[in-house]
């Protein structure tokens, strides 16, 4: 089963960042939670610069932090957080799930998790409502409606961003649109549409026209 929830908590991991930086479009780099016991988590962010760093200094969900990778147009970053900072990872790894994938929106964190079935969202909504964490189920499908290589792995956000810079004329030549101006009309900043743009459509192509 794959479930996509929307979860905020004032102590959920980079809530005072993302707060502070909403312009800053943040993703778990997924295959770094696979070993929760570290305390090392790393995050691909769109939109870094010395006043992202800054908020990172405050967050209480953060005891270090390091620049691992600067991509230019965005930066990867290791981070370490507190015993006290709220993960949902770990407790989704717990009932025998996987975080597939989880981008900021501008209140905490959309996140789509594989879970062996409905009794493990309902424990793992349960786990939620103790922590006082706030959820939110978006969708759920199951993933055997999906065949071959046609299962979209493009998050929410990434979908609209696609889907309105289509209707919008972005892809078009010339274009209709200008990123700033279509930025402007979903309500983010440019660097996040480009973003969610440039990830999204890699995904599609990785997910409907590379071969086996």
Do not use: K
């Amino acid at each position: 089963m794959i479930a996509i929830l929307d979860i905020a908590h004032p102590d959920l991991a980079l809530t005072p960042t993302i707060r502070d930086r909403p312009d800053a479009s943040i993703e778990v780099v997924p295959h770094s939670t696979t070993d929760p016991e570290t305390g090392l988590f790393f995050y691909l962010v769109e939109g870094a610069d010395e006043a992202f760093e800054d908020a990172l200094e405050r967050d209480h969900t953060v005891t270090d932090w390091m620049l691992a990778d600067n991509l230019g147009s965005a930066r990867i970053y290791r981070l370490q957080h507190p015993d006290e900072a709220v993960l949902i990872s770990p407790l989704t790894t717990e009932l025998g799930g996987l975080l597939l994938n989880a981008e900021t929106t501008g209140r905490g964190w959309t996140t789509r998790v594989q879970l062996p079935d409905r009794e493990a969202l309902a424990d793992l909504w349960d786990c939620c409502e103790t922590r006082d964490i706030s959820f939110e189920l978006r969708r759920m499908f199951r993933r055997d409606e999906w065949t071959g290589e046609t299962f979209p792995e493009v998050t929410d956000e990434q979908r609209t961003a696609l889907v309105r810079a289509h209707e919008e004329g972005y892809f078009e030549e010339p274009r209709e649109i200008s990123l700033e101006e279509l930025a402007e009309r979903l309500g983010i900043s440019s660097t996040a549409v480009s973003g969610r743009i440039r990830r999204g459509t890699g995904r599609l192509v990785a997910s409907t026209l590379r071969e086996e």
